[in-house]
């Protein structure tokens, strides 16, 4: 069953990563919004190597394939500080112009993976671990306190809360709920990967997020709320 579910979630990532490619193509690549692709891509190796684990069984290969895991998560996903900024930026907050929250956005995002890689990274040492019928590669020496998820999920919501304030969206704040949620009920719930399909839930709401940005250049009435 869990086996099914990471093939589906990697699939799904997949459908996600197509839908923010074709608009990222029509308004532009190269703007920091287009780091939540890069998150979305580790997403989709992410979910897809754990499903087929079991297939692919114990042994070098695995592990190998599952060390790409931790260094995919440890470089892309820091930069949702980076995408946090660049939405406020892009649809003309006026706090977000400042070169201070810049900077900040991006000596966050560096000391965030800077911090994964040493303690995630240097001196990775994976053992196989079985779970309900899922095969993958954990890091013995892994830390309880996920200090990146914490950081990224606070920024998130300080964003999400804004835009409601701003522009009465909710999706981000929602999808912000979505991941807390998961943090929670995962501490209960083993036999089923909540986080993940929570996780999922937040990426949507990001992508959904960047689409009202993009759209809102456009929209005479996002411009009367930024007055």
């Keep these: 069953m869990n086996t099914f579910l990471y093939f589906f979630l990697g699939f799904g990532y997949l459908c996600l990563l197509i839908w923010g490619i074709v608009p990222a193509k029509k308004h532009g690549l190269f703007n920091l919004t287009n780091v939540l692709l890069l998150v979305i891509l580790g997403l989709v190796y992410d979910n897809l190597m754990i499903a087929f684990g079991r297939f692919i069984g114990e042994g070098n290969v695995l592990e190998s394939l599952n060390v790409v ?3 995919l998560h440890a470089l892309f996903t820091p930069t949702l500080i980076l995408f946090a900024w660049s939405i406020c930026f892009r649809i ?7 070169t201070f929250w810049k900077v900040l956005a991006w000596l966050l995002t ?3 993976i800077l911090y994964e890689l040493l303690t995630s990274i240097k001196g990775l040492e994976l053992k196989p671990n079985w779970e309900n019928g899922v095969l993958t590669y954990e890091n013995a020496a892994q830390s ?7 950081l990224i999920t606070l920024v998130l919501g300080i964003v999400s809360i804004i835009f409601i304030k701003k522009f ?3 999706w981000l704040f929602i999808g912000t709920l979505f991941m807390i949620l998961g943090g929670i009920l995962a501490i209960w719930i083993k036999s089923f ?4 399909v929570l996780e999922f839930l ?3 709401s990001l992508l959904m997020t960047k689409q009202f940005q993009t759209e809102s250049k456009n929209s005479p009435q ?3 709320q930024l007055e």
Aim: glycine share 6%.
């Design 222 to 224: 996002i411009s009367n």
């Design 144 to 150: 309880d306190t996920p200090v990146m998820v914490i």
């Design 168 to 170: 009465r969206y909710f």
């Design 69 to 71: 895991r931790f260094w």
């Design 110 to 112: 560096i000391g965030l």
């Design 92 to 98: 003309g907050l006026p706090w977000a112009q400042k």
């Design 193 to 196: 990967p909540i986080m993940n």
């Design 202 to 204: 937040l990426i949507v």
